[in-house]
């Protein structure tokens, strides 16, 4: 599903992030990233979400070279991937529904397939029953588990979180983890970046620890 070989990432403000990384995710994994604050973690998310370029390297999904892949290529490629941020990036002006929705109505999908997935995906996160509310009326972790749904509805086969449970207590980010871990279960391929290594212990996932952006070990958590 993944490959990234020998990839590196340099910003001009801040030097070189990322150093000769090689990673591999199969298809329908679930893997946690981590590292410390400043380690490469999410850079390393938008290079293979194609909103980052590498400096130097190469990154393939499904076997394909995407790394200087065409803008008008990336919209495509981006449309099989689900996006998950920790500050939620829900429109505080549309209710729930309006905010799963959107990437569907971005994408075209008829008037009578957008409810169906709306609902399906709503149902999955255990939301159905709050489809009316606005973002502002729910807690942290219903606002967390809308742009959850908001990013499976469309059906993605492969799920990138940055730090999901950052500003969530330890209960609610491990119910977070929990659903994302079924999405799993169903074929999708699951990325997560992390630094709660207590939380990520409870999971048995393979670990995948950057180190400054130059090492790469790979453990699980047990």
Request: aromatic letters at 6%; charged letters at 25%.
């Given at each position: 599903?993944?490959?990234?070989?020998?990839?590196?990432?340099?910003?001009?403000?801040?030097?070189?992030?990322l150093s000769q990384l090689n990673?591999?995710?199969?298809?329908?994994?679930?893997?946690?990233?981590?590292?410390?604050?400043?380690?490469?973690k999410s850079t390393l998310l938008k290079?293979?979400?194609l909103i980052e370029t590498p400096s130097r390297g190469n990154i393939y999904l499904n076997g394909h070279n995407v790394t200087h892949a065409k803008r008008s290529q990336i919209a495509k490629i981006r449309s099989r991937m689900g996006l998950i941020f920790q500050d939620h990036r829900l429109l505080q002006d549309r209710n729930v529904f309006e905010n799963v929705a959107l990437p569907l109505r971005i994408s075209g999908?008829?008037?009578?397939?957008?409810?169906?997935?709306?609902?399906?995906?709503?149902?999955?996160?255990?939301?159905?029953?709050?489809?009316?509310?606005n973002p502002i009326a729910l807690s942290g972790g219903e606002q967390q588990r809308?742009?959850?749904?908001?990013?499976?509805?469309?059906?993605?086969?492969l799920l990138l979180a940055d730090e999901p449970t950052g500003n969530l207590d330890p209960t609610l980010s491990l119910e977070i983890f929990q659903l994302l871990a079924q999405f799993q279960q169903v074929g999708v391929t699951v990325l997560v970046a992390s630094h709660d290594l207590n939380l990520i212990a409870q999971l048995d996932k393979r670990v995948i620890r950057l180190e400054h952006g130059h090492a790469l070990t790979g453990l699980r958590g047990d």
């Open positions: 599903m993944i490959r990234m070989q020998n990839v590196a990432k340099r910003y001009a403000q801040t030097g070189e992030v990673l591999e995710l199969d298809p329908g994994e679930f893997v946690f990233l981590t590292g410390a604050s400043g380690a490469g290079l293979i979400a999908y008829s008037q009578r397939e957008i409810p169906r997935r709306v609902r399906a995906a709503l149902d999955k996160v255990g939301l159905l029953p709050k489809e009316k509310s809308v742009g959850i749904a908001r990013a499976i509805v469309h059906k993605p086969r």
